[in-house]
């Protein structure tokens, strides 16, 4: 059972916003950083997000980051047909010396 | 870079391999996770180990059934699971640590997956 939370599925058309959320706890979120990684079908998990905030270098300026107390979000700023695929946010759990993995969201470019 | 061995089919009961070379950075100083994804699910973590000095942390779940080991002359990490079920049957994948040193930041390069299935 994954404990950080996100909504199952988000959809858009392209050029609209999405957002997704990721909620969790003091032990994790509250105190460590939170890595977004993206999944496109048949592929390796990619990260998109760094340090709770960062984009790596070759990740396009519409995605996002943000964390607040024990949530995070992702944000995609205009939404394009190649970003349909899983989002997974992550921490560092504290309390149980385990790194988590949220529930994932499948986002759905209509 | 890192670069997962070929995919396995193992019987129940049995033991699988999975190595991951890296290359491309300094092996030594950053942790390797280790991550599965059963068919249709999400994202698992199973642990890390330090490649300095060998010393490992396995998820709860894991322990005693999972064993993580590293050979630093040819800058490859491995995964042992004894006592396979068709519930390990995932794809299972290796990550290097971000920050160097540290074991609780997040991954930043990802192997290309090796799928296990046992049946």
């Known amino acids: 059972q994954s404990v950080l939370t996100q909504p199952p599925s988000a959809s858009g058309t392209p050029g609209q916003r999405v957002t997704m959320s990721c909620s969790g706890r003091t032990s994790n979120i509250g105190r460590n950083y939170v890595y977004w990684y993206q999944q496109l079908p048949g592929t390796a998990p990619k990260v998109l997000i760094q340090?709770?905030?960062q984009r790596p270098s070759g990740v396009p300026d519409r995605f996002s980051a943000s964390k607040s107390g024990t949530s995070a979000s992702l944000v995609i700023g205009g939404l394009r047909s190649e970003d349909e695929a899983d989002y997974y946010c992550?921490?560092?759990?504290?309390?149980?010396?385990?790194?988590?993995f949220g529930t994932g969201t499948r986002v759905t470019v209509l | 870079h890192l670069a997962q061995s070929g995919a396995e089919v193992k019987k129940p009961g049995a033991s699988v391999r999975v190595s991951c070379k890296a290359s491309?950075?300094?092996?030594?100083?950053?942790?390797i996770h280790w991550v599965r994804q059963a068919p249709g699910q999400g994202l698992e973590w199973m642990g890390w180990?330090?490649?300095?000095?060998?010393?490992?942390k396995y998820a709860q779940k894991f322990q005693g059934r999972v064993t993580l080991t590293r050979d630093t002359s040819i800058t490859t990490a491995f995964l042992d699971v004894t006592r396979l079920t068709s519930a390990d049957s995932a794809i299972y994948f290796c990550a290097k640590e971000d920050q160097p040193y540290l074991y609780y930041y997040g991954m930043d390069v990802w192997g290309q997956g090796t799928t296990v299935i046992v049946s």
């Open positions: 180990i330090n490649p300095n000095n060998g010393g490992t």
């Open positions: 340090k709770s905030s």
């Open positions: 992550a921490a560092w759990d504290d309390s149980l010396s385990e790194y988590v």
């Open positions: 491309g950075y300094s092996f030594n100083d950053y942790y």
